[in-house]
């Protein structure tokens, strides 16, 4: 069994930052993209943020140069390093991952997703 999970939203100030960590975990054969989307209320849920294996990333245009994702293969985990924040970057942060389960084959994972609230 797969679980995905995040940690590391919470409040914080207008040009303050954060770091969201995602964890995959079990029987995990191999891992190919990770990403980070987000969801206000009322709207689709946007990508964010996506690393490849190889390490190439893409972003958001509303979060270049902001935001850096980045991945620990040793430890299946991707993070999302968010500095200079506004508040219109306020939504619930998810996580996801396209990985191969042991003897299954490749398939989207989500977690649980993560509250980033931030304060003018």
């Known amino acids: 069994q797969v679980q995905v999970v995040e940690s590391g939203g919470g409040l914080v100030q207008a040009e303050g930052s954060l770091r969201l960590s995602c964890a995959a975990s079990g029987s995990i054969f191999s891992i190919s993209g990770m990403h980070w989307f987000r969801q206000v209320p009322g709207k689709q849920r946007e990508l964010v943020a996506s690393?490849?294996?190889?390490?190439?990333?893409i972003y958001a245009d509303s979060v270049k140069g902001r935001f850096t994702i980045s991945r620990d293969n040793a430890k299946n985990t991707v993070y999302l390093q968010m500095n200079s924040l506004k508040p219109e970057d306020t939504a619930v942060y998810y996580c996801?991952?396209?990985?191969?389960?042991?003897?299954?084959?490749?398939?989207?994972?989500w977690g649980q997703g993560t509250q980033v609230t931030v304060s003018s």
């Open positions: 690393i490849n294996k190889d390490g190439s990333t």
């Open positions: 996801n991952v396209f990985l191969a389960p042991v003897g299954l084959g490749y398939r989207n994972y």
